[in-house]
Structure formats: C-alpha cells, structure tokens
C-alpha cells in the first residue's frame, strides 16, 4: 500500500488549501480513510475521516472548516481546508483503516510522507 499526500503550502490565515492523496494497491472503498496532522513538537493526531459508506466525522477545531472526500474510482482522499488559523500549521498525513462498531476510527499502519501546511498570522 503506498500513500502520496500532495497540496500543502505557506498561506496566510483565513485562506484555503486542498490537500489530495493517492492511494496505490488497495481496493479504497472497502477501507476507511482519513486525514491526521503532526503539529511541531506535538503528538499525531486525528483530523477527519470518512467511513467505508461514507460517512464523515471530524476533530472539534476544523468542524465547519475542514471537509473530507473520497473518490474510489480514483482511489483518491480529499480535504478542503478553509478559514486556516496558524493553529492548522502541521504535517498532514492520510491514512487508511477501518471503522469500528462504535463507529471510531481505527487506522492501519500505512502512512505517506506528509505534506506541509504552514499558515502565518
């Protein structure tokens, strides 16, 4: 399984990106798939993510910002990231997994290089 994160950038706050990841060797649509970031000095953490059906959730501080697709067909994961505040600043990962009875995430050890996003104030 390989994963190619792509579209981060240096931007100032209250402006957007689109980050994209291709994923290679899977069959996407039977895997959940979401998006962490790695903040400078800080643990990874989950952003967003969505379900084998489809389904979304996301981490309290991008709801209403941030939105997460998917296209199987392309075996690609988006994120619409907009309104960026230098808080966003981090390392964005995808990844795939699969969701969990009680409807969480649980990722697969299968990471790709990262992309950078860094927004000034």
């Known amino acids: 399984v390989q994963l190619q994160a792509s579209g981060g950038g240096w931007v100032q706050a209250g402006s957007s990106l689109r980050l994209s990841c291709t994923i290679s060797?899977?069959?996407?649509?039977?895997?959940?798939v979401a998006w962490y970031r790695q903040p400078p000095g800080m643990s990874r953490e989950l952003v967003a993510f969505i379900g084998e059906g489809g389904s979304t959730d996301y981490t309290d501080s991008v709801k209403g910002r941030f939105t997460i697709s998917r296209d199987n067909a392309e075996s690609t994961l988006s994120l619409q990231m907009d309104y960026l505040t230098p808080e966003d600043t981090a390392v964005y990962y995808c990844n795939i997994g699969m969701t969990s009875d009680a409807g969480a995430y649980v990722s697969f050890n299968y990471w790709g290089q990262g992309t950078q996003v860094t927004v000034s104030s």
């Open positions: 060797d899977v069959r996407l649509e039977t895997y959940a």
